[in-house]
């Protein structure tokens, strides 16, 4: 069997095993990483020698570790990278060639919608009426989407919103709050399995999932890169962030904001900006410097997001697909009850 995992900014692993009486056996990494000398490539396949099929990527990584002398110097992939690579190979792993996507794009909706599709569309993918999607935001007016653990009275100016008619909406994820105009940001939910990033932190996961992004960006002739934990920047300035939450039944979320052509100071109207917390609950974001694309590109906003669609469909095989009359309908309910209450916008106050 074989498992292949590309370290963020590294180098390639490919992880060739096989499986008797439910141990590894034959153990040959390779890939276009470099080491410090031959040896260590053999200390880490008889690291993995006998070890049980299900073993974690921890336990692996742990006895990589321990096999490797002080002066061995692995450049390029870690011992973690190393481990993942084998997971994927005896199937507890997934690779972006293993899923079969959908690419959405819109359609144009009231705010909320786009929150209460999130939830509503990781559901409709675990339960197997979907296939996993990355799905590109359209929306109506000016709105803050706050994240799951923020507060709302520590993140917005109450005179702001109301002055501008900004609609508040509080998503599933963490993270921080997104000054959100339509027409004025590149947004897009991904909803993949939980093994696609199996064995990995969620620091790690973050520029993993959007590699692709950096990619595109490139692309577009901007040379960006991440910013730990979930921020992408160019030497220009921030362009966007990302936020994340995972569910129980092997499904997860991970979406991002990347800023247009923004409106620095009605978002400053709006949002809080390095104040201090007004609660002893929530997260409070202060607000950063944000190069809008436009800057960088000189290209309209629907050519970019034509760019990432087709880049996505040419890179993983994806098919279009679009939004059901039913889904969108479930995702109206949920906005009534539950996306558009008091109870859950200022949950925190």
């Known amino acids: 069997m074989r498992g292949e995992y590309k370290v963020p900014g590294g180098k390639l692993v490919v992880a060739n095993v096989e499986i008797l009486n439910d141990h590894l056996a034959h153990v040959q990494i390779t890939g276009d990483f470099f080491l410090s000398c031959d040896e260590a490539l053999e200390r880490i396949s008889g690291a993995l020698e006998g070890l049980p099929a299900d073993v974690s990527v921890s336990a692996m990584t742990a006895a990589i570790d321990s096999a490797l002398y ?34 959405i794009h819109g359609p144009v909706v009231d705010p909320r919608l ?57 998503r599933v994820s963490g993270g921080g709050a997104m000054f959100m105009e339509s027409g004025n940001c590149v947004t897009f939910s991904l909803v993949v399995p939980t093994a696609l990033v199996e064995g990995m932190s ?27 934990l979930n921020d992408i920047a160019s030497d220009k300035g921030k362009i966007g962030g990302a936020a994340q939450k995972r569910w129980a039944h092997g499904y997860m979320l991970h979406h991002v904001t990347m800023a247009y052509d923004i409106d620095a100071q009605k978002m400053n109207e ?80």
């Open 202 to 228: 969620f620091e790690q996961s973050y520029p993993y999932l959007d590699q692709w992004v950096m990619e595109v960006l490139e692309k577009l002739g901007i040379h960006a890169h991440y910013v730990p």
């Open 114 to 170: 786009n929150v209460a599709l999130d939830e509503t569309l990781v559901e409709e993918v675990a339960a197997g009426r979907r296939k996993p999607f990355m799905r590109l935001w359209e929306w109506e007016g000016s709105q803050v989407v706050i994240g799951s653990f923020q507060s709302y009275a520590n993140e917005l100016q109450p005179e702001g919103v109301k002055r501008h008619g900004i609609t508040v909406t509080r």
């Open 270 to 349: 709006v949002l809080r900006i390095g104040m201090e917390k007004l609660r002893d609950k929530g997260t409070r974001s202060a607000v950063k410097r944000v190069d809008p694309m436009r800057s960088q590109t000189g290209m309209p906003r629907e050519e970019i997001m034509r760019v990432f669609r087709d880049y996505f469909i040419d890179k993983f095989g994806a098919s279009m697909s679009y939004l059901t009359q039913e889904e969108l309908r479930v995702a109206q309910e949920r906005v009534e009850s539950k996306f558009a209450t008091d109870e859950w916008t200022f949950r925190l106050p």
């Open 70 to 103: 002080d002066t061995d110097e692995l450049m390029g992939i870690t011992s973690q990278g190393v481990a993942i690579a084998v997971r994927r190979a005896v199937g507890h792993a997934l690779s972006w060639s293993d899923i079969d996507f959908e690419v």
